[in-house]
C-alpha cells in the first residue's frame, strides 16, 4: 500500500554549508560592486574639482596680465558726494592755505612794520581780548567806539573803530536812532538799544579778525575799519 504522504526528508550538512558559501559569495559581489561604483564616483568629484581649480588659477593669471585700466585715475583727488546740496566737504589742506593766505600778523609786528611805510597801511589781527572803552557813540552823523586791544606779543593797543565797521555790526544809522527818540516809537527804540548791546557783546569773541589801518606816525591812533571773525574770513558760512 502507499502513503499519500511522503515523507520529510531533512538536508544533509554538506548541501546547508554550500547554500550559505553561495550567500556569502552575493553579498561579497553586492559589496565589491558598490565599492567600486562609490570609488568611480569619487575619481570622477576629483578630476571635475581639479578641472575647476585649474581654470580658476587660469582665470586669475590672465587678470593679473591685464592692463590697469584706472591707473589714469589713481591720482585724482577723492570726491565725496552729500545728499544735501548746502553742505560742502573742505580739506584740512585747502582750509590751512586759506588761512595762511589771510596773511593775519601779531599786534607787534603789524604796528611795528607802520615805520617801514610812508603813508597808512593795513594789516589784519587776530586779538585774543578786546574791550570797549566808554561805550558806543556818536559824532555828527557818524558812530565812533575806542578798542582796547591785546595778544600774546602786544600787552594793549588803543584802537578807533571806523564808522563803517560799527554800521556793518550794528545795522543802524545815528539818524535812525536820533528818529526812534524823537517820535518816542518804543519799538524801534527798543530794537535799536538790542542791536547795540549784541554790538557790543559781539567783542567778547576769541575769534575775531581785525582789519586795523596803522599810520606810519606813531601819534596816529591806529583805525579798526573792518570787524569779522575767523569762520567767515576763511569763507566757511
Known sequence: SCSIFEPHIEPSSSNSKQIQNEQQKKQQEKYSDDFQALKNNTEQGNVSSSQHSSTTSNQKTEDSSKPLLNVKNANKEASLVLPDATLRVIPHVKTMEQC???????????????????????????????????????????????????????????????????????????????????????????????????MIETFNRLDLVLTVEFSSSPNVIPLIVNITNLAAALTLC
Request: some cysteine.
Open 100 to 198: 595762511h593766505s589771510l596773511n593775519i600778523l601779531s599786534i607787534r609786528e603789524a604796528y611795528c612794520q607802520r615805520r617801514f611805510h610812508l603813508i597808512a597801511y593795513r594789516a589784519r589781527v587776530q586779538p585774543v581780548m578786546c574791550k570797549l572803552l566808554a561805550g558806543l557813540q556818536f559824532i555828527g552823523q557818524n558812530w565812533t567806539a575806542s578798542l582796547r586791544i591785546s595778544d600774546e606779543s602786544w600787552e594793549s593797543l588803543d584802537c578807533l573803530i571806523d564808522n563803517t565797521a560799527i554800521h556793518d555790526l550794528i545795522g543802524f544809522t545815528p539818524q535812525d536812532a536820533q528818529q526812534a527818540m524823537t517820535s518816542n516809537d518804543l519799538v524801534r527804540i527798543t530794537y535799536y538799544k538790542r542791536r547795540a548791546q549784541a
